[in-house]
């Protein structure tokens, strides 16, 4: 998991910059994905305006949040049915 404080690494891929290994801090994707490879464990990251260097930088899944998308249509798709079935403007 990268950690939630601001992280110069991670400004530059946020940039659209690869990173560089800082070798002692456990918020650089490097290190993370190296880590996790290291004991057999899957590297994987949320959804970035920079997926392509994620997949370079070797995470093995990035999670694009989808699932709140699909939640939200699902939502509107049954409203809609509703207030069909009981006569109300939607």
């Given at each position: 998991?990268?950690?939630?404080?601001?992280?110069?690494?991670?400004?530059?891929?946020?940039?659209?910059?690869?990173?560089?290994?800082?070798?002692?801090?456990?918020?650089?994707?490097?290190?993370?994905?190296?880590t996790a490879h290291k004991y057999g464990k899957f590297a994987?990251?949320?959804?970035?305006?920079?997926?392509?260097?994620?997949?370079?930088?070797?995470?093995?899944?990035?999670?694009?949040?989808?699932?709140?998308?699909?939640?939200?249509?699902?939502?509107?798709?049954?409203?809609?049915?509703?207030?069909?079935?009981?006569?109300?403007?939607?």
């Open positions: 998991m990268i950690s939630a404080r601001k992280s110069r690494v991670l400004e530059n891929m946020r940039k659209g910059k690869k990173s560089l290994c800082c070798k002692s801090n456990l918020s650089c994707p490097r290190c993370i994905v190296k994987g990251t949320v959804s970035v305006p920079s997926m392509k260097i994620c997949y370079e930088e070797g995470f093995d899944f990035i999670n694009c949040g989808a699932d709140v998308l699909a939640i939200g249509e699902n939502c509107k798709s049954i409203r809609k049915m509703y207030c069909e079935t009981v006569g109300i403007s939607n």
